[in-house]
């Protein structure tokens, strides 16, 4: 199956100075494929994906992690997919504890209908899909968790763009929080994200590094939002690349 590869922005080398992002459609799996997904995963991982009551809750998180396994592969010839060990840090976010020392730093994130994992070298990330939904209350979820400018941003778009605004925001702040390594400890409306071309931290409390520091991007692909957030990657000497895979055994490159 093939790959839809699309950069972002920039042209440096390929290697150290790429993001890569892969997104990944969970319609392609079926239950049957659950054991041939889980074999790559660790006996923790597959805890958990089990611990998940609807089947493709589980066969979502066993796409995102297995994906991941398969990309840090590819750029680390020769170890295979299922020898990857990881660990957590303070507020829960995972990195690379084996098999061998990498500055390999990877996110990932996965909802109904699309898995997306994002891998750098030597920088902090972040990355998060949601579906689309015209269901959501944006502006009630906003007033409630966001700051107050994108709350009233929100309040003042037309009633049928400000879902997609929303889930726009949404994606951008959870990516930012992940990359930032504080998780669920991060106050959501303690930092405000504009939506521009790119989007961009407007303002911030001393908890999130210099909004300077920080490179944001934002696209939907299908029916999903899909947010990525780095920090120190400068748009000069990094860019983003976007691959889409058609399939589990689309390769990964």
Same mark, same amino acid.
């Given at each position: 199956?093939? =790959?839809?590869?699309?950069?972002i922005?920039?042209?440096? &080398?390929?290697?150290?100075?790429?993001?890569?992002?892969?997104?990944?459609? %969970?319609?392609?799996?079926?239950?049957?494929?659950g #054991?041939?997904?889980?074999?790559?995963?660790d006996?923790?991982?597959?805890?958990?994906?089990n611990?998940?009551?609807?089947?493709?809750?589980?066969?979502?998180?066993?796409?995102?992690?297995?994906?991941?396994?398969?990309?840090?592969?590819?750029?680390?010839?020769?170890? #295979?997919?299922?020898?990857?060990?990881?660990?957590?840090? &303070?507020?829960?976010?995972?990195?690379?504890?084996g098999?061998?020392?990498?500055?390999?730093?990877?996110?990932?994130?996965?909802?109904?209908?699309?898995?997306?994992?994002?891998?750098?070298?030597?920088?902090a990330?972040?990355?998060? =899909?949601?579906?689309?939904?015209?269901? =959501?209350n944006g502006?009630?979820?906003?007033?409630?968790?966001?700051? @107050?400018?994108?709350?009233?941003? *929100?309040?003042a778009?037309p009633?049928?763009?400000?879902?997609?605004?929303?889930l726009?925001?949404?994606?951008?702040?959870?990516?930012? =929080?992940?990359?930032s390594?504080?998780?669920? %400890?991060?106050?959501?409306?303690?930092?405000?994200?504009?939506?521009? @071309?790119?989007? @961009?931290?407007?303002?911030?409390?001393?908890? *999130?590094?210099?909004?300077?520091?920080?490179?944001?991007?934002?696209?939907? %692909?299908?029916?999903?939002?899909?947010?990525?957030?780095?920090?120190?990657?400068? #748009?000069?000497?990094? %860019?983003?690349?976007?691959?889409?895979?058609?399939?589990?055994?689309?390769?990964v490159?």
């Open positions: 199956m093939g =790959v839809q590869t699309e950069r922005s920039g042209s440096p &080398p390929p290697g150290e100075r790429e993001i890569s992002v892969w997104t990944l459609p %969970t319609d392609i799996m079926a239950a049957a494929d #054991p041939r997904l889980s074999a790559v995963l006996e923790g991982e597959r805890a958990r994906a611990a998940f009551r609807l089947e493709d809750d589980r066969l979502s998180y066993c796409l995102a992690h297995g994906l991941l396994r398969r990309a840090l592969s590819t750029l680390s010839p020769g170890i #295979p997919p299922s020898a990857w060990r990881f660990e957590r840090g &303070p507020h829960g976010k995972p990195h690379i504890a098999p061998i020392e990498t500055d390999l730093a990877f996110s990932l994130s996965h909802t109904r209908g699309l898995v997306a994992i994002a891998l750098a070298r030597g920088l990330l972040g990355v998060d =899909v949601e579906a689309d939904s015209r269901d =959501v502006v009630e979820i906003a007033t409630r968790f966001f700051s @107050r400018d994108e709350a009233n941003a *929100l309040r778009l009633a049928e763009t400000c879902p997609r605004a929303f726009a925001l949404w994606t951008l702040k959870e990516a930012i =929080v992940k990359a390594g504080r998780g669920l %400890t991060q106050d959501l409306s303690s930092f405000t994200v504009e939506l521009d @071309r790119p989007p @961009r931290i407007a303002s911030h409390d001393a908890s *999130l590094a210099d909004a300077s520091r920080w490179r944001l991007w934002h696209a939907r %692909t299908g029916r999903h939002h899909l947010a990525l957030a780095a920090l120190d990657a400068d #748009p000069e000497h990094w %860019t983003i690349v976007h691959r889409r895979l058609a399939g589990w055994d689309s390769p490159h």
